[in-house]
């Protein structure tokens, strides 16, 4: 009897002795930041996606860091946590924590973003076609300017130096470009993929006196917002003295473009959390998955569209 009560307060105080140990998959993953919209409904479906598929996370945010990226993945093989995914800051310098981790058995996936290291050194990748978002892009600014304009001048607002995205989208824009020779880049700055760095970007461009801005490409839709407070300060009508097609499709795009002041936006979707899941169940079932996993659905939308999709519009 007394042995029970013992038994019984030892179980109330460290929850330890009758519960069984804890069988749910550990997934480790290491996030970018919250640098966007599109950043946080990424966080918020790996979140919710991992307490539906029962995984056990540990999320941990780099804030646009790389070296904080780099600990954060050693100590989830300090942990020995069964899968490492992450979304990489930049896309180089990861071979030797990639490296680590492959040494300690643990599978790492990577998400939306890409590296430069050997594909060998990790399980799988899922994400976006970053250089068809930028293709879209163009394509669709292309057709926005009648033939009687001989130059039309655009400023670029490239995401974080050295990312995929920034890579990519520019790569994939500047393609297209290249088919229709009264397009120029006049000016190509980065505003770190935050709506205060394409506010500061575009303010900045505009402070130098660079006239005439026809269009404004920006890698992301907060950079989009953000240079927009920036034009209306200048005095300029954004939407309408400068066309303005950006890449995310979140929420507050659609808003500005049923306002009039961005004309489209190309979709990048940020839903990537059940996909993972299912991901992170197979590699840790001993099941290769592929090496490429392209994230599709994405459609370029514009103010009509906007009107009618912004009621259901989660993100
Ligand atoms: O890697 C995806 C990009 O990163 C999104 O377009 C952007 O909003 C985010 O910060």
Same mark, same amino acid.
């Given at each position: 009897?007394?042995?029970?009560?013992?038994?019984?307060?030892?179980?109330?105080?460290?929850?330890?002795?009758?519960?069984?140990?804890?069988?749910?998959?550990?997934?480790?993953?290491?996030?970018?930041?919250?640098?966007?919209?599109?950043?946080?409904?990424?966080?918020?479906?790996?979140?919710?996606?991992?307490?539906?598929?029962?995984?056990?996370?540990?999320?941990?945010?780099?804030?646009?860091?790389?070296?904080?990226? /780099?600990?954060?993945? !050693?100590?989830?093989?300090?942990?020995?946590? *069964?899968?490492?995914?992450?979304?990489?800051?930049?896309?180089?310098?990861?071979?030797?924590?990639?490296?680590?981790?492959?040494?300690?058995?643990?599978?790492?996936?990577?998400?939306?973003?890409?590296?430069?290291?050997?594909?060998?050194?990790?399980?799988?990748?899922?994400?976006?076609?970053?250089?068809?978002?930028?293709?879209?892009?163009?394509?669709?600014?292309?057709?926005?300017?009648?033939?009687?304009?001989?130059?039309?001048?655009?400023?670029?607002?490239?995401?974080?130096?050295?990312?995929?995205?920034?890579?990519?989208?520019?790569?994939?824009?500047?393609?297209?470009?290249?088919?229709?020779?009264?397009?120029?880049?006049?000016?190509?700055?980065?505003?770190?993929?935050?709506?205060?760095?394409?506010?500061?970007?575009?303010?900045?461009?505009?402070?130098?006196?660079?006239?005439?801005?026809?269009?404004?490409?920006?890698?992301?839709?907060?950079?989009?917002?953000?240079?927009?407070?920036?034009?209306?300060?200048?005095?300029?009508?954004?939407?309408?003295?400068? !066309?303005?097609?950006? /890449? *995310?499709?979140?929420?507050?795009?659609?808003?500005?473009m049923i306002a009039g002041k961005l004309n489209a936006t190309v979709e990048c979707n940020p839903l990537l959390g059940p996909q993972l899941m299912t991901s992170v169940t197979e590699v840790v079932a001993g099941r290769p998955i592929?090496?490429? /996993?392209?994230?599709?659905?994405?459609?370029?939308?514009?103010?009509?569209?906007? !009107?009618?999709? /912004?009621?259901?519009?989660?993100?």
């Amino acid at each position: 009897m007394r042995f029970t009560i013992l038994l019984l307060i030892c179980a109330l105080m460290t929850g330890c002795s009758r519960h069984e140990p804890d069988q749910r998959i550990v997934l480790g993953f290491s996030q970018v930041g919250a640098e966007s919209a599109w950043r946080q409904a990424n966080t918020e479906s790996i979140k919710s996606a991992a307490a539906t598929s029962n995984i056990k996370l540990l999320f941990s945010d780099a804030e646009q860091n790389q070296e904080n990226q /780099i600990a954060a993945i !050693r100590d989830f093989i300090r942990q020995r946590v *069964d899968v490492i995914a992450f979304s990489p800051v930049v896309a180089t310098g990861w071979d030797e924590v990639l490296t680590e981790a492959r040494a300690a058995g643990i599978p790492v996936i990577l998400t939306d973003r890409a590296v430069t290291s050997d594909p060998a050194l990790y399980a799988g990748f899922l994400g976006s076609d970053f250089v068809e978002e930028g293709r879209k892009a163009a394509r669709w600014l292309v057709t926005q300017f009648d033939d009687s304009m001989a130059a039309v001048h655009i400023v670029e607002l490239r995401g974080t130096p050295g990312s995929a995205p920034a890579t990519d989208r520019k790569r994939g824009f500047e393609e297209i470009l290249a088919q229709h020779p009264r397009f120029h880049i006049v000016r190509s700055e980065s505003g770190d993929f935050s709506r205060e760095g394409g506010k500061a970007a575009m303010d900045s461009i505009l402070k130098s006196g660079e006239r005439p801005i026809h269009a404004l490409y920006a890698h992301n839709d907060d950079m989009a917002l953000g240079a927009i407070e920036s034009l209306e300060r200048a005095g300029l009508k954004p939407g309408v003295d400068v !066309r303005i097609i950006s /890449i *995310d499709a979140v929420r507050a795009a659609f808003e500005a473009m049923i306002a009039g002041k961005l004309n489209a936006t190309v979709e990048c979707n940020p839903l990537l959390g059940p996909q993972l899941m299912t991901s992170v169940t197979e590699v840790v079932a001993g099941r290769p998955i592929a090496k490429r /996993i392209v994230v599709d659905e994405e459609a370029v939308f514009t103010a009509d569209t906007a !009107r009618q999709l /912004i009621q259901t519009r989660k993100y």
